[in-house]
């Protein structure tokens, strides 16, 4: 079972280019969510998506972008990357069955430097 | 949206039972307790969830008092490998992001 599998695993990227990370889940998860985490710091919701084709805004959206064209895929864009966006970033997914809080599983991260 | 506190970091020694306690003062009716555990270069891992008194499983226990107000993860018997940090999250997956704040979470350092 790959779980959920996030691409690329590092990059370094310069100030002001753009690029997408790619999120894929194999567990026909309804809700995906993208994180990022900073130095000694928790996890920072960025987006969210509830299903296919939504998406919403979580804490710290401002300068990323986010699609859900499939149910097993979550994207994050950044249009024009500032050295502030230099995180890890951690996507998961969880299942709408059962009740209360379903459990999220992560990815293993994408480690984004921006210069 | 209920908000934790935990404490930022705790120490103990292998073999040791270790309790960590979160707060969760505004806890509303529908909201569980879900804690997680993260190491070191990789994503969280969920450990436990609960909604009110006692949920035990194969890797810990979760204590949770009838006013549930707070929340207590217990380990027990821990190993130097339980080093990582434990998150504390309370929330009602109603289809928004209730529930998904983590926090800076707690550093639990075992030594031999």
């Known amino acids: 079972n790959a779980g959920v599998t996030q691409t690329p695993k590092f990059r370094v990227l310069k100030t002001g280019q753009s690029m997408t990370l790619l999120c894929a889940q194999d567990m026909n998860h309804e809700y995906m969510y993208w994180y990022r985490q900073d130095p000694g710091m928790g996890l920072r919701l960025i987006h969210y998506s509830v299903g296919e084709g939504t998406t919403a805004k979580g804490e710290v959206p401002d300068g990323y972008n986010v699609s859900r064209l499939k149910k097993q895929n979550f994207l994050l864009g950044l249009e024009s990357a500032a050295p502030s966006q230099t995180s890890v970033y951690f996507c998961?997914?969880?299942?709408?069955?059962?009740?209360?809080?379903?459990?999220?599983?992560f990815g293993d991260g994408t480690r984004l430097s921006i210069l | 949206l209920a908000k934790t506190t935990q404490p930022i970091s705790m120490d103990s020694y292998e073999g040791q039972e270790v309790n960590i306690t979160c707060s969760h003062n505004n806890i509303a009716t529908n909201d569980y307790i879900t804690w997680y555990q993260q190491f070191p270069s990789q994503g969280p891992r969920f450990i436990i969830q609960?909604?009110?008194t006692k949920v035990t499983n194969e890797v810990a226990s979760l204590f949770i008092p009838a006013d549930r107000k707070s929340s207590t993860l217990s380990l027990p018997r821990v190993s130097l490998s339980d080093t990582a940090v434990y998150y504390c999250?309370?929330?009602?997956?109603?289809?928004?992001?209730?529930?998904?704040?983590f926090g800076k979470g707690t550093h639990l350092i075992i030594q031999p």
């Open positions: 998961a997914s969880s299942s709408t069955q059962g009740i209360g809080n379903q459990p999220q599983h």
């Open positions: 999250l309370v929330g009602d997956m109603g289809g928004g992001a209730d529930g998904l704040t």
């Open positions: 609960g909604y009110k």
